[in-house]
């Protein structure tokens, strides 16, 4: 590889805390080569030689910087270069509220923003809970003064309305989720199990998947709520069109572990439509059309933290975990009581 004398190369890799949990599944997986370590002893020794002008950059949440420890010479390499993103100090967080209002020019009342700015103290994730609040805020103004000739300035009413920064984006997945009927509330819920995971020390982690290793890998739950779910996929199947112009779903693999159906894809890309419309975007990609390639992810870590049914289906998912985790202990001592 050449540059011009004038070129610099800069890597970035984002969400460098997913490391972790791969090599954690390498270890559950025995593989025998650690991609992971691999991985960042490349990254190490790109930034160590001098025939290239190469710059690394890794973004990843602080709350994972004690696991860098796990890769040689990663916490050295970190610490000649660290910075730590501040909280934003009062006044930016000001602007940030009044600035597009004014932009859009959207009256206000001054008593609003003191109130966002109290709700706002100490609050964690505070740009997309902020963002996504005041979102949902000018929405619910939107509708009350569409057709009005007089404009009311945005208040504490229509905060209010909207759920307020504790609740706005919370409920807001709930409005989403309520749209489905029950068997696609299932699949949702197999889906948000799947894009997300609890790990043993209480930490929320993204679990990003293409779409047809998602398709592949996810079977209902044998604990599923709706017996009668199993016996009407093939007929729910056979009724659909394939959304995805891909191969027909029959020629992917649709049989799970102990003979468990997997989700049909049609179900799926009608969740993932609900959970990614314009105006919620919960889901990425976004924008555009799924194809089998396309990457899965939630669209913040924050929705691990503050949606409720989130919250209740992971907290449920790594009870089951830790009990599987204990009968398997039990079982091993019975088998080798030595």
């Known amino acids: 590889m050449e540059l011009a004398h004038w070129e610099r190369l800069l890597i970035v890799v984002d969400q460098f805390e997913e490391i972790f949990r791969f090599r954690k599944n390498e270890r559950i997986t025995r593989t025998d080569s650690s991609l992971a370590s691999i991985f960042v002893d490349l990254l190490l ?21 004690g696991d860098c420890t796990e890769f040689e010479g990663l916490p050295e390499a970190i610490n000649e270069g660290q910075y730590l993103i501040p909280r934003m100090t009062h006044d930016q967080l000001r602007e940030v509220i009044v600035k597009p209002l004014k932009a859009f020019q959207i009256p206000f009342q001054q008593v609003l923003i003191n109130r966002v700015m109290f709700d706002l103290d100490n609050q964690m994730d505070q740009l997309p809970i902020l963002q996504h609040a005041m979102m949902r805020t000018m929405q619910v103004w939107l509708q009350e003064t569409e057709g009005s000739a007089e404009k009311p300035p945005l208040s504490i009413l229509h905060y209010e309305a909207a759920g307020t920064l504790r609740h706005a984006l919370s409920d807001h997945a709930n ?26 020390d209480g930490r929320g982690v993204r679990r990003p998947q293409a779409l047809a290793k998602l398709v592949e890998g996810l079977t209902w739950d044998p604990c599923s709520p709706d017996p009668a779910t199993t016996e009407a996929l093939e007929g729910y199947v056979n009724q659909q069109q394939d959304p995805l112009g891909m191969k027909p779903y029959q020629d992917l693999k649709h049989v799970g572990p102990l003979g468990e159906k997997n989700v049909p894809v049609q179900a799926i890309i009608q969740v993932l439509e609900v ?4 105006g919620r975007s919960f889901l990425l990609p976004s924008v555009g059309a799924l194809t089998e390639n396309s990457v899965l992810d939630i669209s913040h870590e924050s929705l691990m933290r503050v949606w409720d049914r989130l919250q209740a289906w992971l907290q449920a998912e790594a009870e089951g975990a830790t009990l599987y985790r204990k009968l398997l202990a039990t079982a091993e001592d019975f088998a080798h009581p030595e």
């Open 175 to 200: 409005e989403a989720y309520q749209e489905l009927d029950e068997y696609h509330q299932t699949v949702a819920r197999r889906l948000f199990q799947a894009l997300t995971v609890v790990e043993e």
């Open 45 to 65: 020794q790109a930034t160590r030689q001098r025939k290239l002008p190469v710059y690394v950059m890794l973004t990843m949440r602080s709350d994972f910087l």
């Open 275 to 278: 959970f990614r419309k314009p």
